[in-house]
């Protein structure tokens, strides 16, 4: 659902919104100075006395306003001045579920010079508005699940900023604080198209029904799209996608979408998103418990595939290339076994020690079909192991690259979205690890450092090109809501991508 957002005082006759927010800070609450209302602001004071509310970041207290002022609920979000835009993201996402609760169908938010006027002048008034923006709409957006009876998702339908009266600078600085709202709000719902992709149960999200959303995409913003099935991925030796996929009923497809919004420009950004709609492990077949998670194994073409679309949404001045190698890991009689050799599309054969080791086969092919198909920068997003998780948990992003400039850039892109990403070892040892007797390398080999060696394997089909991968195992998928992501498929790496290939344009 599409939030209306203005920014300024309500035309006059216009009915009030059903609850009104304003961020606070815990000095306010020690003085006597007016808050909001005096019978209020008493209210709000004897909560503070008793240590119900402290106004500690991410604490909101919500209260019916009895008709002292206009509207009908009042949310009280505590903020630390000099947050920056994660604490303006937090505390958006904090005012949010407050309004869920409330189930309000509008909302104004009070910006006081007391709570922001550090963050503005630290940040500016644009990058503001979209960290708060984008917190308050990635925490209403959850889950939607499968019911009998179809449940209506909420959302909030009007959003209205207002600076409070004497905001020095209030003017100049709502016209940047609009802009940054509306592409705060274009990058969040290209998150929750993500989470949404990835949230689809895999009898359902198929590599052909993955194709097909593609497709709905690609022709929502004009853009030029392949979809290569397995007759064509055989002509063209993709022997990784097609290894993979060959022990399930469903064929594999590898998706390649053009977006040309740079035409002038030789740079095209690659961006490869692993397409694993569900992964059993094959014949190295994983546990039972949790299996039911692996619907979110295709969790980097979704970010891949929502970057694309906040990208067409923004109008970037850049040249993308998606690539979504995608194929549904199956234990049949066709399968792939462990010991057998595939060559893929680069020409290069692999030993496939661990079927449970695919994901970095497609991308592998995925690689190359962005290279020949013109990319000079790559990055892969791919919920690749488990080893990730091992070494971050669910806190960061692990990632892997050839080119240290290129890796600068995607964590300066990553810290101004918000999602964490942290640098692992290339070692050449690793790859030396993944020497095989039987073909050029094997998929996997010893489990001591096997992020970075999952990594490894895929930049060994980068052929030279700056490449980053990016490991999403213990990011895309949570267990249980946290900030402003929810439980379930996150959406992460969206924005990142967005800040790496469009930041300065968009």
Known sequence: MTTAIQVGNRQAG???????V???IEEELKGTSGILHPQIDGQLRAAYAKGLFQAKPEQAECMPSLGLIEQPYIVFVGYAPGSGADGLRHAGAAAAKALKKIRAASAEL???????????GAIGAEAAA???TEGIQLALHDRQPLKKEEQARYGLNELTYRFEEGFDGAQAHSGLWKSGADKG???????AYARDLTNLPGNDLTPERLAYHAEELASQYELEIEVIDEWTASEQGMGGLLGVGQGSVNPPRMIVIHYKGAPDSSEVWGLIGKGITFDTGGISLKKAAGMEEMISDMGGAAAVLGALRALAELKAEVNVLAVVPTAENMP???ALKPGDVIRMMSGHTVEVVNTDAEGRLVLADGLTTAIRRGATKLVDVATLTGAVMVTLGYEATGAVTNNDALMTDVLRASERA???????????EFLKGLKSDAADLKNSGSQYGGASKGGMFIGYF????????????GTAWLEAARGWEPKGGTGVMVRTLVELTAGRQA
């Open 332 to 334: 049949s009689d066709r």
């Open 185 to 191: 709000q274009i990058l969040a719902a290209s998150v």
């Open 22 to 24: 304003r961020f606070i």
């Open 130 to 132: 979209q960290a708060m």
């Open 14 to 20: 216009e009915a009030a919104p059903d609850a009104l």
């Open 462 to 473: 980068a052929e030279g090109l700056p490449w980053v991968h990016l490991d999403i195992g």
């Open 110 to 120: 009070l910006l006081t010079s007391s709570a922001l006027e550090q963050d503005l």
């Open 418 to 428: 918000g999602e964490r990403v942290w640098q692992l070892p290339a070692y050449p």
